[in-house]
T-cell receptor, first 113, second 111 residues
Framework: NAGVTQTPKFQVLKTGQSMTLQCAQD?????MYWYRQDPGMGLRLIYY???????DKGEVPNGYNVSRLNKREFSLRLESAAPSQTSVYFC????????????FGPGTRLTVL | AQRVTQPEKLLSVFKGAPVELKCNYS??????LFWYVQYSRQRLQLLLR??SRESIKGFTADLNKGETSFHLKKPFAQEEDSAMYYC?????????????FGKGTKLSVKP
């Protein structure tokens, strides 16, 4: 099992450009999450999805959109990137119920110039 | 409001010394707490959870509901313990559970 995978690993954007961060998990987990990690701020939840077809806002959803394409995939889109979105983005999945352990991807380091 | 507080951004100890990473929480219901760890150039991973009452890599954490704390302890720190540690609280306030993370404590164990 690959666990949680994310693409790309690194990305540099110019202000106003758009891009989609991809996340996939092969553990048959129902729940998936997108976080951003900033120095001194810890991990903050952007969006999450309890199951295919459902998404909910987290703590910092502004400037982002998400799509739960199927049970495996959960993508994060920046429509018009801003320098404030420079961060490391982590995707995670969780089985919920039996275990509330979240499994994290390796992260995407995004820089917006 | 649900909240997790880790008061120390950086904790530096010498190898063999005891270490305690502090975590306090605010939650209206019965809390479910976790410690996650992120070693250099590795992904975030679960270290331990309070319901398991287990010891992982020599670390333990006890939930103290009276003091609303879930401090992480290890009697003898090792250099390989150097990492970023996050305390997290399971929040069931929305349509499903999601984790609320503290801001993290960077542990540095010096030789």
């Amino acid at each position: 099992n690959a666990g949680v995978t994310q693409t790309p690993k690194f990305q540099v954007l110019k202000t106003g450009q758009s891009m989609t961060l991809q996340c996939a998990q092969d553990m048959n987990h129902n729940s998936m999450y997108w976080y951003r990690q900033d120095p001194g701020m810890g991990l903050r939840l952007i969006y999450y999805s309890a199951s295919e077809g459902t998404t909910d806002k987290g703590e910092v959803p502004n400037g982002y959109n998400v799509s739960r394409l199927n049970k495996r995939e959960f993508s994060l889109r920046l429509e018009s990137a801003a320098p404030s979105q420079t961060s490391v983005y982590f995707c995670a999945s969780c089985p919920l119920g039996d275990s509330n352990e979240q499994f994290f991807g390796p992260g995407t380091r995004l820089t917006v110039l | 409001a649900q909240r997790v507080t880790q008061p120390e951004k950086l904790l530096s100890v010498f190898k063999g010394a005891p270490v305690e990473l502090k975590c306090n929480y605010s939650y209206s219901g019965s809390p479910e707490l976790f410690w996650y760890v992120q070693y250099s150039r590795q992904r975030l991973q679960l270290l331990l959870r309070h319901i398991s009452r287990e010891s992982i890599k020599g670390f333990t954490a006890d939930l103290n509901k009276g003091e609303t704390s879930f401090h992480l302890k290890k009697p003898f720190a090792q250099e390989e313990d150097s990492a970023m540690y996050y305390c997290a609280l399971m929040n069931y306030g929305g349509s499903q559970g999601n984790l609320i993370f503290g801001k993290g404590t960077k542990l540095s164990v010096k030789p």
